[in-house]
């Protein structure tokens, strides 16, 4: 079974490689950004270092470990996930399983989904588990922002943080696996995050940066106002002045002529100061948003 995402193929043969010398680090955190498909990941990871049988491609797919894995029963492998907040009693009650005996094999996994979001205590209950770990037993943190960990958690596990794929590589799993032609510009508007493509361009063709960008063509042809534009694009307000931004500094680095240059630094100033501003409560969105495009497209 290949990687799930080519983009974690370097990644995972580096820890497939520890796992079979025995030297894969008993904690293992996965930092990357949305949209870049940690999750899927770290199950795939759990899958491999599972298996009773793991091939030079990952696991088997047919061990009594896999078939459990995919009837996702398996006795050895916990997961934890909440985007919202992970408590202590959820840690707690898991850290109890795993001090169990494994009960296939000698390896147990445990899977912490968005481990940014442990409240302080549920971190100090797994602080244990991670000083004094019990062989055999990896725990598979993902994490969106390293800063909300506690320094004591991060400093026991292995930092893996995952970069955004080559452009290159990107554009043709979007080709090969979704038949999604992007153009840099989009790819650029979604941070390169291969997941947060494919469900903008397919979940929500209404919001997405394409339709963002016929918006504005409208207004410059005069089927638009810029309040009808702040109207829709309102509820996305800090992306949509975040997606401007870009396009001013696209345009800035394509300018020779010192004036105009100038003029647009000055614009993309304001639309960063209204970035600021709308994470103030109370600010006006729409007003706001409004606004900027006046500025911007006059
Ligand atoms: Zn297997």
């Avoid at 061990?63 to 959820?90: F, G, M, T, W």
């Avoid at 970035?275 to 900027?292: A, D, E, F, P, Y």
Wanted: aromatic share 6%.
């Amino acid at each position: 079974m290949n990687v799930c995402y080519p983009w974690f193929e370097s990644l995972h043969a580096q820890l497939m490689h520890h796992a079979q010398a025995n030297t894969l680090h008993h904690a293992l955190l996965i930092h990357a950004k949305p949209g870049m498909g940690k999750h899927e990941y770290v199950h795939q990871l759990a899958n491999d270092l599972l298996c009773h049988r793991p091939e030079s491609q990952g696991a088997c797919g047919h061990c009594q470990s896999c078939l459990l894995n995919n009837a996702l029963s398996h006795p050895d492998r916990y997961v934890i996930a909440s985007d919202k907040q992970i408590s202590v009693n959820e840690i707690r009650e898991a850290l109890e399983k795993l001090q169990e005996h494994a009960q296939l094999r000698q390896r147990k996994v445990l899977i912490i989904e968005h481990a940014d979001t442990m409240t302080e205590s549920a971190a100090n209950a797994l602080l244990k588990t991670l000083e004094e770990p019990s062989s055999d037993t990896f725990l598979l943190l993902t994490v969106n922002d390293i800063q909300r960990l506690l320094p004591t958690i991060l400093s026991r596990c292995e930092k893996n943080t995952l970069s955004k794929p080559s452009t290159s590589m990107l554009r043709s799993w979007l080709n090969e696996h979704h038949q999604i032609t992007a153009a840099d510009d989009l790819m650029r508007a979604y941070q390169y995050a291969p997941l947060s493509i494919v469900s903008a361009l397919k979940d929500s063709p209404e919001t997405n940066y394409n339709a963002f960008k016929e918006d504005l063509v409208a207004i410059k042809q005069g089927q638009l106002d810029s309040l009808g534009f702040a109207q829709k694009w309102h509820f996305q307000a800090y992306q949509s002045l975040g997606w401007l931004q870009l396009m001013l500094q696209q345009k800035i680095m394509k300018l020779t002529d010192t004036d105009t240059s100038l003029h647009y630094l000055a614009v993309s100033d304001f639309v960063s100061q209204q970035m600021q501003r709308i994470h103030h409560q109370g600010t006006n969105k729409r007003l706001v948003l409004s606004h900027v495009i006046d500025k911007v497209m006059s």
